[in-house]
């Protein structure tokens, strides 16, 4: 059996939508380069009372909140997005000293976790981070999520 070039290009095939490149017995399924994120949590304690909610949200109570900061990027000559040290510092000085052991009400009207996440998204981008996502607990099982888009 003769293995001579007959100076085509290789066939290309559709496979689940993209396409493929065959050369020889192999297939080569040619895709988009991975979008790499990474993300930092971190806590704080703080007090806040929602004036209009009809139960017992209207009482001044406080929550343990976690928050998890997500940053998406190209890798860079290090291989990283962005330090984690950096990403620690920024949030740090930016909003957890800010925010920790204080009365929300006081720094922001009607501080909801969805409105309490918005200012977060919004003091973080103006301190210089490229978020792609944000998730502000407020319980162990209810939180805010905001991700990089059109908005509403």
Not at 55 to 79: A, F, I, W
Not at 88 to 101: A, E, F, M, Q
């Amino acid at each position: 059996m003769s293995l001579q070039p007959t100076g085509a290009f290789p066939p290309r095939c559709r496979t689940a939508g993209r396409t493929a490149v065959v050369r020889g017995c192999v297939s080569v399924l040619l895709v988009a380069r991975p979008r790499t994120s990474v993300t930092s949590s971190f806590t704080f304690e703080a007090a806040h009372h929602l004036s209009w909610h009809p139960g017992k949200c209207r009482n001044p109570h406080g929550h343990s909140y976690r928050l998890e900061v997500t940053v998406s990027g190209p890798l860079d000559d290090n291989g990283v997005v962005v330090d984690f040290d950096h990403l620690r510092s920024v949030v740090g000085r930016t909003l957890i000293d800010v925010w920790d052991h204080r009365d929300l009400n006081e720094l922001i009207d009607n501080p909801t976790a969805e409105l309490l996440a918005h200012r977060a998204w919004s003091m973080l981008t103006d301190a210089g981070l490229s978020l792609s996502a944000l998730r502000l607990w407020e319980t162990e099982h209810s939180s805010a999520v905001l991700t990089a888009g059109d908005g509403d």
